[in-house]
């Protein structure tokens, strides 16, 4: 560094120092992003699976669905296991024309406690889901607790995933539900496992509307 360098760096405050350093930083992130963007040049459909023991899985997929509805795309959702009580997404959802939503579960499995009952609700929505899988004209596909029903084999995860891989080119689909098997999370784009940290249920706070209903 020539001398006149070392005077003009000796006259700049400690705050215009720190300030020169962020912006150094913040133009070599902005370089690296933009590198990053530009590699991601591929433009089709995605399979997104949210899975884990915490919070926010259903309601992750139903944010989705109000991005697509901003975006005028046709939407598809199939619950397999809510359906014993009303939500208010289904609430809301049912509102828009663009969305066709079946809520084709009836509770939990430890609320129906009756296997062959769950098989046959889980059979219905699955060949449901199909359908929209198969419909080039819906963009987004929500399998709403899907994972719960294959866990238990409700529904033949190999022909989950055929349906996933054969789907539409640029159609969307979006798996969620605890205990997610590691083949669908293997031919997925996007995997979220949502963990516990603290949860109101724990201190003996029932679910809330506008918050878990």
Not at 6 to 35: F, H, P
Not at 72 to 92: H, L, N, P, R, Y
Not at 95 to 119: N, S
């Amino acid at each position: 560094m020539s001398d006149k360098h070392l005077s003009e760096s000796s006259e700049l405050t400690d705050e215009q120092q720190r300030e020169a350093r962020y912006l150094a930083r913040m133009k070599r992130k902005k370089e690296i992003i933009d590198q990053s963007i530009a590699r991601a040049d591929q433009d089709r459909g995605v399979c997104l699976v949210h899975t884990g023991n915490g919070k926010g899985k259903s309601s992750s997929a139903f944010g989705m669905v109000a991005r697509a509805l901003g975006h005028d795309m046709q939407v598809g959702v199939v619950q397999f296991i809510k359906g014993a009580f009303s939500t208010g997404e289904e609430a809301f959802f049912r509102r828009f024309p663009e969305v066709q939503y079946y809520v084709m579960g009836e509770g939990f499995t430890w609320e129906t406690q009756d296997k062959e009952r769950d098989i046959a609700a889980a059979t219905k929505a699955w060949k449901q889901s199909e359908e929209l899988l198969n419909d080039e004209n819906i963009a987004l596909v929500v399998l709403d607790e899907l994972n719960i029903a294959l866990k238990y084999k409700y529904v033949d995860l190999q022909a989950v995933i055929k349906a996933v891989e054969s789907r539409p080119v640029n159609q969307h689909v979006v798996i969620t539900g605890r205990g997610a098997p590691q083949e669908l999370i293997d031919i997925a784009d996007t995997v979220t496992e949502m963990q516990v940290v603290k949860h109101a249920y724990q201190a003996g706070i029932k679910a809330q509307k506008g918050v878990e209903l």
